[in-house]
């Protein structure tokens, strides 16, 4: 009965990972195909779609892009977050709740709504459809995750450090630089680390916001049109490799920021 | 000043900016998409006297109501057959698997999460395609004798959710299970329940919170995509993100993509209801 049990349940939990990595697998195996489509039978191994991908100045340049707009929109919704729950944690104003609740609020909308509302905004007001306009969408859509993340992470120990600091003589700007920046740095290279990850992976914003350069997401769209096409497996098994080495760098470098504080 | 004024007028310096931003990027952007909404395009032009026409049009033209049944059907099944697939596997990695390999396992799920999404959908369609994976599969195994059609149809958008979603919703699940005090299935066990029977009367009653936080978002997240349907399903079968994304760039007929955002933003305020007691559950 037992032994049953564990059949059952390595052969479920076998059929659900199998489900989960069939299309991530399928798209790496097939990026080194040796052929013209990325479908069976494999051949290869080869890097030719690599290389080619690498010739590709409209991918390289979307690849540009992306970080400039990731790095950009990240910082911005990171500063921004983090100055709205140090002000909503520390000095606990009247209508705080619904400061609070103003600046979740866009969570609750989806991103091709924000992204209509912005291109009527930008027609309205005759301005055209460009990468920074892209930034802005983007900053919308992290900033109530970066200020969430942030204001997890004000406890109450942090404030004592900071009276001390103000006791000692320390003025407000050196509080904020000295004691609350270096102590909540954890938290803000994780809501950093997650708004990069969000603005490098959206797409429908910075379809409907940009024109002439477009982000990475957009210009796969495009090359999509043409089909199967194994260059397209060689970017995507790029992006993944990326992401998965972004993520491993960011739980690595909050784990030994930990890690040095409790030493 | 009082202490008490001055706190808040400092509180509200510090989140100025934030809200500045939210205000303008954000609040104003929704009032105009509202406002739109009850615009009207008439020949190239833009008529600003405000009327219901579009969501006359939104409700009864058959394009629009199909493109809005579709939505809450494709969103519907994508709920069930994910907490269907997402249950039994988050059961096992919480109760069955040992903790330290669950935890890994847990972590390998979510692994696919991080390929782009646009990438994701495609990866999909090499699996789908005429010639993918499944049908040289089927076809080498005797299943069928012809290549059957899965790319570009409503099973094929299904499928894609259901993969990405079953990731999600194990995670909510398996958060919700493991808060359980071990102590209140073994009472089961040990006042004469059935496996079977704490399952159902003891488990799964407190799990539904995970369910339904998993369930709440993973339809507010695939009601509202655009990318999956329009990669796996086609444009034969129009979903709302689909009708509202044609609007935009093949007509530019802005004010009726705003009047079905609205109705889409509708769907989402409804669907929030039902969802909103459950989660006053979870945090009493």
Redesign the interface.
């Known amino acids: 009965m037992r032994r049953l049990?564990?059949i059952v349940?390595v052969v479920?939990?076998a059929l659900?990972?199998a489900?989960?990595?069939?299309?991530?697998a399928?798209?790496m195996l097939?990026s080194f195909q040796d052929g013209l489509?990325?479908?069976?039978p494999f051949r290869g191994p080869s890097l030719r779609w690599y290389a080619s991908l690498l010739a590709n100045e409209r991918m390289t340049a979307a690849l540009r892009n992306s970080v400039v707009v990731g790095l950009g929109s990240a910082a911005m919704a990171t500063l921004?977050?983090f100055?709205?729950a140090?002000?909503?944690a520390?000095?606990?104003?009247?209508a705080?709740r619904a400061?609070r609740a103003?600046?979740i609020?866009?969570i609750?909308?989806?991103?091709?709504?924000?992204g209509?509302?912005?291109?009527?905004?930008a027609?309205?007001l005759g301005i055209g459809r460009s990468l920074g306009l892209v930034t802005?969408?983007h900053?919308?859509i992290n900033?109530p995750l970066a200020?969430a993340v942030v204001l997890s992470q004000m406890s109450e120990h942090h404030e004592h450090l900071e009276r001390a600091a103000r006791d000692l003589g320390a003025s407000e700007p050196k509080v904020l630089g000295l004691v609350t920046v270096p102590v909540v740095l954890p938290g803000l290279l994780a809501a950093f680390a997650l708004c990069f990850?969000l603005s490098?992976?959206e797409?429908?914003i910075a379809l409907?916001l940009s024109r002439f350069d477009v982000t990475?997401?957009v210009e796969?769209?495009s090359a999509?049109r043409t089909g199967?096409d194994p260059e397209?497996?060689a970017?995507?098994t790029l992006?993944?490799a990326l992401?998965?080495g972004l993520?491993a760098a960011t739980a690595l470098a909050i784990a030994r920021l930990g890690r040095r504080r409790s030493a | 000043m009082t202490e008490e004024g001055r706190s808040t007028a400092r509180g509200w310096a510090f989140a100025g900016p934030a809200l500045a931003w939210t205000l303008v990027f954000f609040v104003v952007p929704m009032a105009l998409v509202l406002a739109y909404s009850g615009f009207r395009r008439i020949g190239g032009s833009l008529e600003t006297t405000l009327s219901l026409a579009n969501y006359e049009r939104a409700l009864g033209t058959p394009v629009f109501r199909s493109a809005l049944a579709n939505s809450i059907e494709v969103g519907l099944l994508t709920v069930a057959v994910s907490v269907l697939v997402a249950y039994p596997a988050a059961y096992l990695l919480a109760y069955r698997v040992p903790a330290r390999w669950g935890r890994l396992l847990l972590a390998l799920a979510v692994l696919p999460f991080w390929t782009s999404y646009v990438v994701r959908s495609y990866s999909w369609l090499l699996v789908l395609a005429r010639e993918g994976v499944v049908n040289r599969a089927l076809l080498g195994l005797g299943v069928v004798q012809e290549p059957i059609t899965l790319a570009n149809t409503r099973t094929a958008t299904v499928i894609g959710f259901v993969h990405f979603f079953t990731m999600l919703m194990t995670l909510t699940i398996y958060a919700s299970l493991v808060q359980i005090p071990a102590s209140y299935r073994k009472a089961a066990r040990d006042l004469g329940a059935s496996g079977w029977r704490t399952l159902v009367h003891v488990t799964l009653p407190l799990s539904v919170p995970g369910v339904v936080v998993g369930a709440f978002l993973t339809f507010v997240l695939a009601i509202g995509d655009y990318i999956t349907p329009q990669i796996l399903g086609g444009a034969r079968e129009l979903l709302l993100p689909q009708a509202i994304m044609l609007q935009v760039q093949r007509t530019g007929d802005f004010p009726m993509a705003a009047a079905l955002s609205v109705v889409l933003l509708a769907v989402i305020a409804v669907a929030y209801v039902p969802a909103a007691r459950r989660f006053s559950l979870v945090t009493r």
């Open positions: 049990g564990t349940t479920y939990l659900v990972y489900f989960i990595f069939l299309p991530v399928t798209l097939f489509v990325p479908v069976p921004l977050g100055l709205a140090y002000g909503l520390r000095f606990r104003p009247a705080a400061i103003l600046l609020a866009p609750g909308v989806s991103y091709l709504v924000i209509l509302g912005l291109s009527i905004g027609n309205e802005i969408g900053v919308v900033l200020f990850t490098w992976d797409f429908v409907l990475l997401p796969i769209w999509l199967l397209t497996n970017v995507g992006v993944f992401s998965v993520l």
